[in-house]
């Protein structure tokens, strides 16, 4: 019995410095910073990061690095992963956790294909399962991986202000999993209100859902108005790319997000 006790507490103590030597080796990532020729390539790109405030600069490098250090970018399709990708990728999913203690903390791959890739969809009608072929931009796995079109990531960061981002749909979806689930739910910042963000983004969907099916014009992607989840990420994405209409169409969505997320890009110039 002594023996037993002796083992769990060699055990615990063996967790505690695993636990321990994670936290060390990511405060010594995050403390890290770009190169010049590393911040030559993500300015051209991803022009939105020549936006962010001085005070963000620092962290952003920091969340740059332990992405790169954290997950493994794989080519599929013989696409062959450069430099230039792998920056613009981290730095795009960087900026969406740039001032936020909030994680990819169960992300290990990001799998990037040359274009558009063909997913298998399941889907159950009673009894009956169908699956299909689809064809995709990106997709995001509970627990990783994300998956990306590099033709579309690509332009996502190139594109800064048309609403339409891949790469931060995607990873809008793996913070959204963070809870446990992806509803359109991710984990509250301290002090931010569930009720709060369910009552607005419920709300907001529900007007979305009525513009789309009047054929009404919408600063969210219509792609919002499949569910609550992707109604999160398409508001993200217009959160970052279209700031100031966001802020005009849906003020509450922009705030709910500018709390989650710590940051206020309508104000940046």
């Given at each position: 019995?002594?023996?037993?006790?002796?083992?769990?507490?060699?055990?615990?103590?063996?967790?505690?410095?695993?636990?321990?030597?994670?936290?060390?080796?990511?405060?010594?990532?995050?403390?890290?910073?770009?190169?010049?020729?590393?911040?030559?390539?993500?300015?051209?790109?991803?022009?939105?990061?020549?936006?962010?405030?001085?005070?963000?600069?620092?962290?952003?490098?920091?969340?740059?690095?332990?992405?790169?250090?954290?997950?493994?970018?794989?080519g599929c399709n013989g696409l062959e992963v450069t430099d230039e990708m792998a920056?613009?990728?981290?730095?795009?999913?960087?900026?969406?956790?740039?001032?936020?203690?909030?994680?990819?903390?169960?992300?290990?791959?990001?799998?990037?294909?040359?274009?558009?890739?063909?997913?298998?969809?399941?889907?159950?009608?009673?009894?009956?399962?169908?699956?299909?072929?689809?064809?995709?931009?990106?997709?995001?796995?509970?627990?990783?991986?994300?998956?990306?079109?590099?033709?579309?990531?690509?332009?996502?960061?190139?594109?800064?202000?048309?609403?339409?981002?891949?790469?931060?749909?995607?990873?809008?979806?793996?913070?959204?999993?963070?809870?446990?689930?992806?509803?359109?739910?991710?984990?509250?910042?301290?002090?931010?209100?569930?009720?709060?963000?369910?009552?607005?983004?419920?709300?907001?969907?529900?007007?979305?859902?009525?513009?789309?099916?009047?054929?009404?014009?919408?600063?969210?992607?219509?792609?919002?108005?499949?569910?609550?989840?992707?109604?999160?990420?398409?508001a993200v994405e217009a959160f970052f790319e279209r700031?100031?209409?966001?802020?005009?169409?849906?003020?509450?969505?922009?705030?709910?997000?500018?709390?989650?997320?710590?940051?206020?890009?309508?104000?940046?110039?």
């Amino acid at each position: 019995m002594i023996y037993f006790f002796g083992l769990l507490a060699l055990i615990g103590l063996a967790l505690a410095y695993r636990t321990w030597r994670k936290r060390q080796w990511q405060k010594e990532v995050l403390a890290s910073r770009l190169t010049d020729e590393e911040w030559r390539i993500i300015r051209a790109q991803v022009p939105l990061i020549q936006k962010l405030p001085p005070d963000l600069k620092a962290p952003f490098e920091g969340k740059v690095a332990l992405l790169l250090n954290q997950a493994d970018l794989v080519g599929c399709n013989g696409l062959e992963v450069t430099d230039e990708m792998a920056l613009s990728i981290a730095a795009q999913a960087a900026l969406l956790v740039v001032n936020t203690d909030a994680w990819y903390k169960h992300l290990t791959t990001v799998l990037i294909y040359p274009g558009a890739f063909k997913s298998k969809q399941t889907t159950q009608d009673g009894y009956v399962v169908t699956e299909q072929n689809v064809v995709r931009l990106g997709e995001s796995w509970s627990r990783g991986p994300v998956v990306l079109s590099w033709q579309d990531a690509q332009q996502g960061g190139l594109n800064d202000n048309d609403g339409l981002n891949v790469v931060l749909h995607e990873f809008a979806h793996q913070l959204d999993d963070l809870s446990g689930q992806t509803d359109g739910a991710p984990p509250m910042a301290a002090g931010q209100s569930f009720a709060t963000w369910r009552a607005v983004i419920v709300e907001a969907f529900d007007r979305h859902v009525a513009s789309i099916d009047a054929g009404r014009r919408t600063v969210i992607d219509p792609y919002g108005a499949t569910n609550h989840e992707e109604f999160f990420a398409v508001a993200v994405e217009a959160f970052f790319e279209r700031p100031q209409a966001l802020k005009r169409a849906e003020q509450d969505v922009y705030d709910q997000i500018a709390i989650l997320l710590n940051v206020d890009p309508a104000s940046w110039s």
